[in-house]
């Protein structure tokens, strides 16, 4: 292969710009000596790449006179939906749902559709993955169908961008962007290179047209979203639906958000007829029975939303070795520290027992706000002591014993008042030797108080 030849150096006068191909000594158009210079050779972008002006519309502004009006925020008819985006859906926002298979996106989604088609909103619905058969199916179980509502079936790109063009939907729900691929490209659909190019092409439609986009992704097997990842550096909104399989509640939270707040939450529950809004799920963790040893009520921030979580502990008298630890929906290696705390600290052996501490509904309660209630309810287990109703813990514990505040402590002590929980043991009470014995205070066990050991 032939190859290119270097340009031969220009020589420029710097008094007048009379320019030679070969140097002299004199420039020849004003006759000076001295002044004719060797001209660089332009390298890098701007030698293959010719600068263009900007139109009227495009122009760079002062940021103080751009306005927002034209970009007011529109509610997609599920407020759950709604508080984890930032108050609606911004008109060219490109949204980015991932989750599990089988928790319930394409559902939720649906839901968005048809409430934003009830709301005379024109809405496409491109499947990559279901045929309009099957989606039909679940429109008619879970009551989404609208005639505003138009339904495509189709893995290419060029084809779904062709509906949009005729359907001229307001908003675009793609599922999944994994299952969609671009003849542009090479590679079966789902390789980092297709993702890439689908989710861009998406990207810079719903920019140019005002017109917003929610793409479906798939997760890995630890539950990051799957593909490069570029995709959610593209997008302005990333979503993640998360739940338990075994139960109903689903929450979605928002790890990304270029219009609003990443801390808040959504709470759904997947029922026979689809999915259905939890705008207060604060009944959703607790026990509905007596008072039993063993169980503690914590208060926990799920977001901006305090929410009371139950935890539960169960001791029992082993043999092994190695006693058992099995832990749900709490942090496995707090409970082991907490655990060690009580023994050493509050002087309750837990050296000897298999012990077994859960959550109430399925929720995960990972944060340090929950080891005060762990260890009140391991130790209510041990001697057993119940904790009453009306009585909520919340605090951190350190490897000296000592209670340390939480984050939003405020917050969770109005919410505990408002649900009813007149007391809230929590750094106030300095220790843990102080929090148990001020929990015994206020037991409701039908033991008698002289049977009662003291912790």
């Not at 060219?92 to 749902?97: C, K, N, T, V």
Request: glycine letters at 8%.
């Amino acid at each position: 292969m032939a190859t290119r030849k270097p340009a031969p150096p220009a020589y420029v006068c710097t008094e007048c710009g009379w320019t030679t191909a070969k140097w002299v000594g004199r420039c020849a158009e004003c006759q000076q000596w001295g002044t004719v210079q060797e001209q660089g050779t332009q390298t890098g972008i701007l030698s293959r790449i010719t600068p263009l002006a900007p139109t009227a519309a495009k122009a760079a502004r002062p940021i103080t006179q751009i306005t927002t009006e034209d970009a007011p925020r529109r509610t997609s008819g599920v407020g759950e939906f709604d508080r984890v985006l930032g108050g609606g859906i911004v008109p060219g926002a490109a949204i980015l749902l991932s989750g599990e298979p089988g928790v319930g996106k394409s559902t939720l989604l649906l839901e968005v559709a048809a409430q934003a088609a009830r709301s005379g909103r024109r809405v496409l619905y491109a499947s990559a993955e279901e045929s309009p058969a099957q989606v039909r199916l679940r429109a008619e179980r879970t009551g989404a169908l609208h005639d505003e509502l138009y339904l495509a079936s189709e893995t290419d790109l060029a084809t779904i961008l062709g509906h949009i063009d005729e359907v001229a939907p307001q908003l675009v729900i793609v599922d999944s962007v994994q299952t969609v691929s671009s003849s542009l490209i090479d590679g079966a659909a789902g390789q980092p290179s297709q993702v890439r190019e689908v989710a861009s092409t998406l990207i810079r439609v719903a920019k140019e047209r005002s017109l917003p986009i929610i793409i479906v992704g798939h997760v890995t097997k630890d539950g990051t979203v799957a593909g490069p990842r570029v995709l959610e550096h593209l997008v302005d909104v990333v979503c993640h639906f998360e739940g338990d399989r075994q139960t109903s509640l689903r929450f979605i939270r928002a790890l990304k958000n270029r219009f609003g707040p990443t801390d808040e939450v959504g709470c759904f529950e997947m029922t026979g007829a689809g999915i259905a809004e939890v705008p207060d799920p604060s009944g959703l963790f607790l026990s509905q029975g007596a008072t039993e040893p063993g169980t503690c009520v914590a208060i926990s921030l799920e977001g901006r939303r305090a929410l009371p979580v139950e935890v539960q502990a169960l001791t029992i008298t082993t043999t092994a070795p190695n006693p058992r630890r099995v832990v749900h929906g709490l942090d496995s290696s707090r409970v082991a520290m907490v655990l060690a705390i009580l023994e050493r600290r509050a002087g309750i052996k837990t050296s000897a027992l298999d012990v077994y501490v859960s959550t109430v509904g399925g929720v995960r309660f990972t944060e340090p706000a929950a080891d005060l209630a762990i260890a009140i309810a391991v130790a209510g287990s041990i001697q057993q002591i119940s904790v009453p109703r009306t009585v909520a813990a919340v605090g951190e514990l350190s490897l000296a014993g000592e209670i340390r505040p939480v984050t939003q402590s405020t917050q969770r002590r109005s919410e505990a008042s408002r649900l009813g929980y007149d007391q809230v043991v929590d750094d106030r009470s300095k220790t843990l030797r102080a929090a148990l014995n001020d929990v015994r205070a206020r037991n409701t066990s039908r033991r008698s108080e002289a049977d009662i050991p003291p912790f």
